[in-house]
């Protein structure tokens, strides 16, 4: 079984940052990609970053330029550094894991971007 651990969300005012990260453990699978992903309330889930194990990464229009997503495939971790948030950044964020036949998602981690 495979488990995704998020941390590094909380209350942020605009124009600050937070970091994002997220771990996977237990058993081991083949990797194919790692993104973020997130729900405000009334709305779908919606892709954030993506990147591949082999560098490709992509970005939603809404955040190009303002977040920044890495990996560190040795330690199955992925990270996810946003800057001048907004108010409409508010949201549930989740870290997605795609392996070749499965694809895992974290718990959720709350981001409150508010003055």
């Known amino acids: 079984q495979v488990q995704l651990v998020e941390s590094g969300g909380g209350l942020v005012q605009p124009g600050g940052s937070l970091r994002l990260s997220c771990a996977a453990s237990?058993?081991?699978?083949?990797?194919?990609?790692m993104g973020w992903y997130r729900q405000a309330p009334g709305k779908q889930r919606e892709l954030v970053a993506r990147?591949?194990?082999?560098?490709?990464?992509n970005y939603a229009d809404y955040v190009k330029g303002r977040f920044t997503i890495s990996r560190d495939n040795a330690k199955n971790t992925v990270y996810l550094q946003m800057d001048s948030l907004k108010p409409e950044d508010s949201a549930v964020y989740y870290c997605?894991?795609?392996?070749?036949?499965?694809?895992?998602w974290g718990q959720g981690t709350q981001v409150t971007v508010s003055s």
């Open positions: 997605n894991f795609e392996g070749v036949v499965s694809n895992h």
């Open positions: 237990g058993s081991r699978f083949s990797i194919v990609a």
């Open positions: 990147t591949t194990r082999s560098g490709f990464t």
